[in-house]
């Protein structure tokens, strides 16, 4: 089981870093683990005017809305972690410290080996935690 689990989540991050690449986006880390939390990817958006953004992407799967998407299961404690985690990515990277950064969700739904991808830019604010 716990193998099975670990292919389907690589499988969906593959496909959300893939969408993210296509996008414009470029990969600054994958699976970055620092005490207490993990970043899913670490992407650079340079496709708007202005200084590149660092985004730090969550990638959630859920087979069914049944009880709300992925998205809705990031709840204050992971949020928080993951902004933990991106001050010590940034910290690491002091090349990237003074960039904007922004945290998005993928929100993955359905058959792992072809999921269905939504891409939620922004979903919260490190000064909302």
């Known amino acids: ?20 690449r296509r996008e ?10 620092y005490r207490g939390g993990e ?3 670490v992407m650079r958006d340079a496709t708007r005017p202005g200084t590149p953004s660092v985004v730090f992407v ?10 709300g998407g992925g998205a ?31 945290f998005d969700v993928i929100d ?3 058959d792992p080996a072809s999921p269905r991808l939504e891409w939620i830019r922004d979903a919260f604010r490190a000064d909302e935690v």
Not at 24 to 33: C, D, Q
Not at 58 to 67: G, I, K, N, P
């Open 24 to 33: 414009g986006l470029t990969e600054l880390a994958t699976n970055a683990n």
């Open 58 to 67: 969550e990638v959630r799967y859920r087979q069914s809305q049944a009880f």
């Open 72 to 102: 809705a299961s990031i709840d204050a404690g992971k949020r928080r972690r993951l902004v933990h985690a991106a001050q010590r990515f940034l910290q690491d990277h002091p090349a990237l410290a003074d960039a904007p950064c922004r």
């Open 108 to 110: 993955a739904q359905g």
């Open 1 to 20: 089981m716990a193998v099975d689990r670990r292919a389907r989540g690589h499988a969906i991050e593959v496909a959300a870093r893939d969408l993210l």
């Open 39 to 41: 970043l899913d990817l």
